[in-house]
């Protein structure tokens, strides 16, 4: 479980949370929902620890992100939209890297299955500075996944990857949740968090708006573009 109380963040004058507060059930898919600027990837770096100057509390299962770093570390994975993937090593051998890092035993087994999951084998063994941007979503995501974490956080990795990819990932997102893995996605793309989410947190200007659940967005009226839009254009 993810329980954020009061959550606020200043960067110097600029209020980028207000105050956020909610609670992510375990064993969940959840989506986090914003226009650019919104606060998004603010949040997910709190929830991770990685900002440590926020006001309020964040705890993951009880663990507070600010007193028990290397809990958070062991427990959480984290896709970020773009990152540095070593460009000079093959895909194989980034994943290897990351398998060590993170310990995991019977690496190779691991590696192998995402690489199935995300039909990977024709490029693997190709350095990564020649890897267009779906395939190195592609790697940054099964380097996430790696090591059956508790806590998976995306943030807005799954631009570039193509339908089938989508797919595969929707149902592999769903087994984990069964297994009890807390996901929290982060998009643009509102038909994927409303289809793949049980519910959706709406953020903007720093705000929360509002959390729908799966229901609440399959019952209203709206096409769920003009609900969202709708939503911020209440705000003042």
Not at 37 to 52: E, N, Q
Not at 114 to 134: C, K, Q, R, T, W
Not at 202 to 217: E, S
């Amino acid at each position: 479980m993810i329980e954020a109380k009061d959550v606020s963040l200043f960067y110097e004058d600029f209020q980028a949370l207000q105050s956020i507060s909610f609670t992510i059930p375990k064993g969940s898919i959840n989506g986090l929902a914003g226009i650019n600027g919104a606060g998004k990837s603010t949040l997910i770096k709190c929830l991770l620890g990685l900002f440590h100057e926020f006001e309020g509390t964040i705890s993951l299962d009880g663990r507070h992100v600010k007193k028990e770093k290397q809990w958070i570390k062991e427990h959480c994975s984290y896709a970020p939209e773009e990152t540095e993937l070593f460009d000079f090593l093959t895909g194989q051998e980034f994943l290897q890297l990351i398998a060590s890092l993170k310990k995991i035993p019977h690496a190779q087994q691991a590696i192998d299955q995402l690489v199935a999951l995300f039909d990977m084998h024709s490029f693997l063994p190709v350095l990564i500075n020649e890897y267009s941007h779906g395939m190195r979503q592609k790697i940054l995501l099964s380097a996430a996944l790696l090591g059956n974490p508790d806590f998976i956080f995306i943030d807005e990795a799954i631009n570039g990857l193509d339908t089938l990819s989508l797919f595969r990932l929707k149902e592999h997102l769903e087994h984990l949740k069964h297994q009890g893995k807390t996901i929290l996605i982060a998009s643009h793309v509102l038909p994927i968090l409303a289809d793949w989410s049980d519910q959706l947190l709406i953020i903007h200007q720093g705000k929360l708006l509002t959390i729908l659940t799966r229901q609440a967005i399959q019952s209203d009226q709206r096409p769920l573009e003009k609900l969202f839009i709708d939503l911020i254009n209440e705000q003042p």
